[in-house]
């Protein structure tokens, strides 16, 4: 069965300082992986999402995640924060290739943003 | 196109009652799915549906029943509502992207029930 940990239940940040929010996945074979973001009483927005090819991925408002397959990781970076990055973030992992695979996310990891 | 459209947005029941949270989405996704969101503990599958007259459980699936009669309609049914089912429910469809490969869900805005 496909997992995900989130080890960070709780990150505080200053504005401006670098971000890495971790997530480590379980799938028995090749994984799509994505990061969203969930600001209070809100949706899901997708910041960006791994499928295939380049294990750097570029996201929307300057985030960028990388796959690690030796170590089961796809970490979450940001190279200066800004206050408005204050929210949850998840991290989840689906199926590869054209099966009607689930998503299953992480526990979620709470962003707060110091002036 | 709307997107995934729930409702309601918020919603009050009493223990035993019944309801039914509504899910639609008119980008004509074959896949569509419920997950519940608690503290802490991330969204959690509930059901899922490949396509029209096909459903299947998820992580979550006890005190929840779901139909998939059109295309276009997901239906959520709490058949005796406890205390325990307290949380912001959100529908999602996905698409396959055939030709690039992989696929992207769209979420809708989220119900959030409270039992009392």
């Known amino acids: 069965a496909q997992s995900v940990t989130q080890p960070d239940i709780h990150i505080t940040v200053s504005e401006g300082a670098s971000l890495e929010l971790r997530c480590n996945y379980s799938y028995g074979a090749t994984p799509y992986l994505f990061w969203y973001v969930q600001s209070p009483g809100q949706g899901l927005q997708l910041l960006l999402k791994y499928f295939s090819g380049d294990t750097l991925v570029q996201g929307i408002k300057g985030f960028e995640a990388e796959f690690k397959r030796s170590q089961s990781s796809f970490n979450l970076r940001k190279p200066s924060v800004h206050w408005s990055d204050a929210a949850e973030y998840f991290c989840a992992v689906g199926a590869g290739g054209t099966s009607y695979g689930k998503l299953t996310f992480g526990q979620g990891t709470i962003l707060t943003v110091h002036p | 196109n709307a997107g995934v459209t729930q409702t309601p947005k918020f919603q009050v029941l009493k223990t035993g009652q019944s309801m039914t949270l509504q899910c639609a989405q008119d980008?004509?996704?074959?896949?569509m799915s419920w997950y519940r969101q608690d503290p802490g503990m991330g969204l959690r599958l509930i059901h899922y549906?490949?396509?029209?007259?096909?459903?299947d459980q998820g992580e979550v699936p006890n005190g929840y029943n779901v139909s998939r009669s059109t295309t276009e309609d997901f239906p959520l049914r709490l058949l005796s509502a406890a205390p325990s089912q307290t949380s912001v429910y959100f529908c999602?469809?996905?698409?396959?992207?055939?030709?690039?490969?992989?696929?992207?869900?769209?979420f809708g805005s989220g119900t959030r029930l409270t039992v009392v």
């Open positions: 999602a469809s996905r698409v396959l992207h055939r030709r690039q490969g992989g696929y992207g869900y769209t």
């Open positions: 980008m004509n996704h074959e896949y």
């Open positions: 549906s490949v396509g029209a007259g096909i459903t």
